[in-house]
C-alpha cells in the first residue's frame, strides 16, 4: 500500500513536472505579469474602470476598445503614472473626466496592470515589459 502510495506521488510529480516544462520562458513571464496585473487591477483601478474593464458611463472609459489600446500602447504607461485628462473618444462617445495619477506605481507594477488590461476584456496584444514601461516613460510629455 505505502509502495502504491509513493509510486502515485512520483508519478504525480513527473507529470507535473512535465507539464510545467512544457511552458516557455515567454509564456511564463507573460502568466507572471498578467496574474500580478489582476491583482493590481482590483486594489488600483477596478474602483473605477470596473470589474470587467467596462467603464463607468459617461465619466470613465472602458477597456474593452483593443484599437483605441493599441493606438495608444506606448502612451498607456503615461497615462498611468501621470494621469490623463481630456476628451477620449472610444465607439463615438467622448469621456471627458479626470484619471488620477498612480506615480506610487513601480515599473514592473505598471507593466503587470498594462499587461493584464491589454489581455482581458477582448483584448490580445500581450505582454509589456518593465523595461518597455522605462522606455515609454521617458517620452511622457
Not at 94 to 117: G, H, R
Request: proline residues 4%.
Amino acid at each position: 500500500m505505502k509502495a502504491k502510495f509513493l509510486f502515485i506521488i512520483a508519478l504525480f510529480i513527473t507529470i507535473a513536472a512535465i507539464v510545467s516544462s512544457c511552458q516557455s520562458e515567454s509564456d511564463m513571464t507573460f502568466n507572471r505579469y498578467y496574474t500580478s496585473g489582476s491583482l493590481l487591477y482590483q486594489t488600483k483601478c477596478q474602483n473605477c474602470h470596473g470589474m470587467n474593464g467596462e467603464g463607468l458611463g459617461q465619466l470613465i472609459p472602458p477597456f474593452s476598445d483593443s484599437v483605441y489600446l493599441k493606438k495608444n500602447i506606448t502612451k498607456l504607461p503615461c497615462f498611468v503614472k501621470n494621469g490623463a485628462s481630456g476628451p477620449v473618444i472610444l465607439a463615438g462617445k467622448t469621456f471627458n473626466s479626470k484619471m488620477p495619477a498612480q506615480d506610487n506605481l513601480s515599473a514592473i507594477e505598471v507593466a503587470e496592470i498594462l499587461t493584464y488590461v491589454t489581455n482581458s476584456f477582448g483584448n490580445k496584444l500581450g505582454l509589456i515589459d518593465a523595461p518597455k514601461v522605462n522606455a515609454d516613460w521617458s517620452n511622457c510629455n
